[in-house]
């Protein structure tokens, strides 16, 4: 059974930093796809970076590119989201996200099976 923590979270101003991490458990395969999505109050579940560990692939929303990272530790099991210059409209709860079945590392579509609990990031103006 895969299970997906999240942390990291928190309040911050705008154009202040977060790194949220996501553990994952539960599971030996080398292959997987992981991504971050993010949902405000009132809308839908929105894809915002993913990456392949297969090679190290990634892939961002234009929304977040140039101010959010994503990278994984192989050895810990563990993904992270590097999250600078934050503005008010990246106010969300954060979600981490896996599969095993690579097409889904093809886009930023929220088919994956596996998903966290989340962490709320809130960025005041």
């Known amino acids: 059974q895969v299970q997906l923590v999240e942390s990291g979270g928190g309040s911050v101003q705008t154009g202040g930093s977060l790194r949220l991490s996501c553990a994952a458990s539960?599971?030996?395969?080398?292959?997987?796809?992981t991504g971050w999505f993010r949902q405000a109050p009132g809308k839908g579940r929105e894809g915002v970076a993913l990456?392949?560990?297969?090679?190290?692939?990634?892939y961002y929303a234009d929304s977040v590119k140039g101010r959010f990272t994503i990278s994984q530790d192989n050895a810990k099991n563990t993904l992270y989201l590097q999250m600078n210059s934050l503005k008010p409209e990246d106010t969300a709860m954060y979600y981490c996200?896996?599969?095993?079945?690579?097409?889904?590392?093809?886009?930023?579509?929220?088919?994956?099976?596996?998903w966290g609990q989340g962490t709320q990031v809130t960025v005041s103006s």
């Open positions: 996200a896996a599969d095993f079945q690579s097409w889904v590392c093809q886009s930023l579509r929220d088919e994956y099976n596996y």
């Open positions: 539960g599971y030996t395969r080398s292959r997987i796809c």
């Open positions: 990456i392949y560990t297969a090679d190290d692939s990634t």
